[in-house]
């Protein structure tokens, strides 16, 4: 089969690189993951995360980008030509399908919470959040997101920026504004953090973090670890596929992969050194979530000296975090209206942020005039974020690596990651063995029908992957047989 011709690429592994990172690099490794860190026994809890990382991130992300330089194009094309190549069902087309919808319906209600960043910024600037306690700050939350118009309008600028970057192109638009960005944020991260060490508090921030505490490892750290070694690289949601596509030739999936990885942990770790001491420093207590970023921390910023300067630098850091994940979950479904429709990047982008902004403004509403309309006990936001991230991701990630390691000659993936014999053996058992049983322990747990403490039931994981190891070997031929089409 002759390979499809490349309509874009990244001008260096650089770019790619620092896409990728700005895709995983997301609010969630500004207020969720220091705080587990801390919460799970610090370095005890990074040592747990990045043995998940090892054996669910980075072989599933080296799957995905392979599978995108393969095939070329945005999920559903790629994946479609590789299963042609393969001479495989079709029908796997739509797993490529459910992680551009993936990717698309998480930015219809991520732009909301990526507004409340954009807006802390200005309100930092004009002296809004000026108060003097965190339940005055409360109050400022929630009269923003209690109006319409207020949390409505910062919602579409964000999706507005977006959508412009995203118009002008892969190398114009998306590869130049990471660029700036990703340096950028590192810059403010490492500013913070000079700021956090003469806060009075770093000592006690860089305890939370970082003492072993061995006696923290639960089984509830331990799912903690898997499901944010899973979520955290922007899996099975198109972005990863779709980056992978614009690769060029001759670069080292393995190495560009691990770079990335190393990259999100190392910011999520420095975004714990730079909030958590300053937090510590003015008695407060460490929390995750909103509470965190946008009441305790305010307050705090107040009470130091020079804080609103470096308050306006924080929110900038997390507006701009925010911003290169957005990218990322759009550019699937502008790439595919591209390549696949012939329509203009530019139309691509108005077309898709119709839909967006339409839906966002659903999402929006969760927080105000349409709080009391659910369904399932859930508002529009909740029922967005719930069909997400506990159905389709896990649920797409399972599909992805049974496509990968049972349904495809190893030949293809082979000749994409180029890894010596023993490197491309142990991906492999990776692949197939290892990866779908922590995925299903995600799913099962997201669900809340996992039914066991993963550590003090860790025999049967090691059971179930021992076993799928033996029904793999002896399976695995005969799958790529019936999953053919001749």
Known sequence: MTREKPKNLWQSRWGFILAATGSAVGLGNIWKFPYITGEYGGGAF??????????????????????????????LDAIARVVRENNGNPLWKAVGGMAMLCGFLILCFYV???????????????????????????GVFEAHNTSPWLLGSWSIVVALVTLWIVGKGVQAGVERS????????????????????????????????????????????????????????????????????YLPDGQSIARTTFVVAIADTCVALLAGLAIFPVIFANGMSPGAGPGLIFMSLPLAFQQMPFGTVFGVLFFAMVSVAALTSAISMIEATVAYLNEKHGVSRVKASIASGVVLIAISMLAMLSFNVGAEWKLFGMNFFDILDYVTSRWMMPLGGILMVILVGYCLRSDIMRDELKLPTAGYALWLFMVRYVSPVLILVVFLNALGWLGFDPLAGWYWIAGAIGMLAILGEVLAPRVRLEFAVH
Do not use: N
């Not at 393969?70 to 999920?75: D, F, L, M, V, Y």
């Not at 930092?124 to 000026?130: E, K």
């Not at 508090?201 to 670890?225: I, M, N, P, R, Y």
């Open 178 to 245: 990471v660029r700036w960005m990703m340096p950028g944020l590192a810059v403010m991260l490492l500013i913070l953090v000079g700021y956090a060490l003469t806060s009075g508090g770093f000592s006690q921030g860089f305890e939370f973090l970082f003492t072993f505490d061995a006696s923290k490892v639960t089984g509830e750290a331990f799912l903690a670890a898997l499901g944010h070694a899973f979520f955290t690289l922007s899996l099975a949601s198109g972005a990863i596929l779709t980056y992978g596509s």
């Open 46 to 75: 990074v040592l747990m995360y990045l043995g998940c990382i090892l054996a669910i991130g980075i072989p599933v992300m080296m799957a995905e980008i392979a599978l995108g330089r393969r095939g070329r194009g945005s999920p």
């Open 112 to 138: 909301v919470v990526a507004g409340w960043a954009f807006a802390y910024t200005w309100k930092m600037v004009d002296g809004s959040l000026a108060a003097t306690s965190v339940d005055a700050l409360a």
